[in-house]
């Protein structure tokens, strides 16, 4: 579904991003690990054109999309959840979700599905999202980037600032959205939360790709075991 070919992206002439490749295949989680400054934000960026590509291509269902405006990324089947989910607190669960919908006419039937895989949001409707538990905001967030019926959605750190049982229930969030046929590409630095839903990933230090491979594969990965578990 989404090939990363040769792709460097740089901020004042400086890469990032160095001749990076990888590959998301479709109906399944896809993960990318990495610590702080590794560039797992800026190949999101790269990918939803908000920092484009200095060099490389970045194929959507086969077309290059690198150089695209990201409203047009967007409309051919892309969608993110951003850091730390923003949400508009002061708005109700379903103006959030409507937001999602926002180049549509309709979206009560879009809803219907976000609702098939979130049913507590259909309880809550009318609820001030802010005053929702972290795993139910993490629901309206995702449920928001579903309305618009994405072929992938990007997940960028959902673990960011959360205690370990918010995470936890984030990470539910995502595999019941994949369990629904929904493609992910999972950006975060948690990596046994990750790898126990992932099925598989790329690991990033400096901007390059150092390892790759199955969940279970990275997992005995000895330069990844060293790295994050020590």
């Known amino acids: 579904m989404l090939a990363i070919e040769s792709v460097s992206v740089a901020y004042d002439r400086a890469d990032v991003l160095q001749e990076v490749s990888l ?38 269902d086969g077309s290059d999309i690198a150089r695209l405006p990201t409203h047009a990324i967007v409309a051919r089947g892309i969608a993110c959840i951003p850091e730390g989910r923003r949400i508009f607190p002061k708005l109700t669960v379903k103006e959030n979700l409507r937001l999602g919908a926002y180049r549509q006419r309709t979206y009560a039937q879009r809803m219907e599905k976000v609702f098939a895989i979130f049913p507590r949001l259909e309880e809550r409707l009318d609820q001030l999202a802010g005053t ?37 229930e984030n990470f539910a ?26 099925h598989a990933g790329y690991v990033l230090s400096q901007g390059k790709v150092v390892a790759s491979g199955s969940a279970a594969e990275l997992a005995q990965n000895a330069e990844v075991h060293q790295a994050y578990f020590g």
Do not use: H, W, Y
């Open 23 to 60: 590959e998301v295949a479709p109906g399944r989680i896809t993960c990318i690990l990495g610590s702080n400054g590794s560039g797992k934000s800026t190949l999101i960026r790269a990918i939803l054109g908000l920092t484009p590509a200095r060099k490389g291509r970045i194929l959507f």
């Open 132 to 168: 929702m538990s972290g795993g139910e905001q993490a629901m309206v967030s995702i449920g928001r980037g579903l309305m618009s019926e994405p072929k992938l959605l990007l997940i960028d750190e959902p673990s960011l600032g959360l205690s370990p049982l918010l995470v936890k």
């Open 173 to 198: 969030v995502i595999r019941r959205a994949n369990g629904m046929g929904i493609t992910v590409l999972l950006v975060e630095q948690n990596v046994r939360q990750t790898l126990a839903i992932a």
